[in-house]
């Protein structure tokens, strides 16, 4: 069974920080997916970022960068110089490679809050 | 670009009443997920729709149906209300594969904020 923890539920830093976020996922596919979405106070769900099981390589865009390490099932998020306007609850999220069975699941959410 | 639009995006209802949810998905794409949001929870996967036809379904009670439609719009019927009902309500949309074969990310929409009351 495909299953998604994110042990942190809430973390407080303060503007300037960086902050990682954890992801730790589960899965008997070996092709899959994962995923990081951000919901602000307004409530949409922003899609951040894919990474599939076949590419580790990290990512950085801008402030922000992903670590992808099969080996320990992570996929963990990181903001440099945190801002106030990244303060939301941030997803991350497994998708099982093809067919039907491609749903999104999604882990409990870290909420984020950046003090000025 | 167009992006995934739901209605209404508010509502109120009283117990044992009906709703339907509207979802317009983007353009081309060929499949249509609903999740429902407790408040402070995480989404939960209803039912997804791939080119019409039902492909997967997950925690929808037997009280809610969907279905999509040929211009690819789905519909959410929820009936005999319940309390617990209360929550946030997304429509996603995709184009399972891309031009490398490879699953790509789901769109959502603003979501429907249901009070059941």
């Known amino acids: ?116 | 670009a167009a992006g995934v639009i739901q209605s209404p995006r508010h509502l109120i209802k009283e117990k044992r009443e009906t709703a339907t949810l509207k979802c317009y998905p983007i353009p081309r794409h060929d499949t249509v997920y609903w999740y429902q949001q407790g408040p402070g929870q995480d989404p939960q996967f209803l039912i997804s729709f791939y080119e019409k036809m039902q492909s997967d379904k997950g925690s929808i009670p037997d009280r809610f149906s969907a279905q999509q439609f040929s211009d690819y719009h789905s519909e959410l019927n929820m009936s005999s209300l319940e309390l617990g009902d209360s929550a946030l309500y997304f429509c996603a949309s995709r184009n399972v594969l891309d031009r490398h074969n490879t699953l790509t990310e789901a769109f959502f929409g603003q979501g429907t904020r249901l009070t059941v009351v």
């Open chain 1, 1 to 116: 069974a495909q299953k998604v923890t994110q042990a942190q539920t809430e973390i407080s830093v303060v503007e300037k920080e960086d902050v990682t976020l954890d992801c730790v996922y589960e899965t008997r596919d070996t092709t899959y997916y994962l995923f990081w979405y951000k919901q602000p106070p307004s409530g949409e769900l922003v899609f951040l970022i894919r990474r599939n099981s076949f590419d580790e390589q990290n990512e950085i865009s801008g402030r922000y960068s992903w670590n992808f390490q099969k080996s320990t099932s992570s996929f963990n998020f990181t903001i440099t110089a945190s801002q106030v306007v990244d303060s939301a609850v941030y997803f991350c999220a497994l998708s099982e490679g093809g067919g039907a069975t491609n749903k999104l699941i999604f882990g409990t959410g870290t909420l984020l809050a950046v003090q000025p």
